[in-house]
């Protein structure tokens, strides 16, 4: 089943956008857009996940929480009002909402939760960026563990996806290695969750889970006795 994130800004020109604030998707500015997105989706005819304004509990989007006026309750009205576009005309679309890991950089999340009537699947962002300027290596337990935590309490039942996870690589291709494999211990503790994305891109580091062939092998055993144990 795709994923379809919907992202609200222009990428290239940074997080103060005012155009683009929460308030101004909720107060109906941007209701010709939704409009589109909701018509495009009614004409495919397949299940289809759709993501929108992820990782809002961050300061890196101009729909971020705090940034240029945005409060939580600004995100749960404009989260409502994309809902109601898109699932009146597409009700094949379920919805993904997905903040980022709590983490330096983030805060907490909760007050942004749009309620269970209008997301269908809890979502989860978080990267292991490696020791450089302004970051640090995290365990995948440090960067996952309190917000699964938080998540299960938010909902209890909806199913978690990992939406976007990635690993950069250490000094010596040990330490990644060890990180996927013990990225894929924590969903196994965690039953809720049903589904990983792996940000499969050498970008601003390289993310891949492949970058040296003991990652790659770590995240083929990985996976291998994740998919086992979750098979009925």
Known sequence: MPILTIEPWRPTEGNNQPRYSLRSIATGHHDSDLARWATQLAKWPHPILVRFAQEMNGT?????????????????????????????????????????????????????????????????DGYNWGDIPGHQWQSAIRLFSQSLTELTRLSPNKPIIITEVGCADGATPGPKAEWIKDFFSVIA??????????????????????????????????LSKWLGNNRP
């Open 60 to 124: 890196w989007y101009p729909w971020s929480v705090g940034v240029g006026g945005n409060s939580a309750a600004d995100y749960r009205e404009a989260w409502s009002r994309m809902h109601t576009f898109i699932s009146s005309q597409a009700p094949q679309a379920r919805f993904i909402w997905a903040p980022n890991a709590i983490t330096e950089g983030t805060s907490g999340f909760a007050e942004c939760y749009p309620g269970d009537g209008v997301v269908d699947y809890l979502g989860l």
């Open 189 to 222: 503790s965690s039953p809720r969750v049903s589904s990983v994305v792996w940000f499969q891109m050498d970008k601003e580091r390289d993310w891949r889970f492949n970058s040296t062939p003991a990652s790659a092998a770590a995240f083929r055993d990985g």
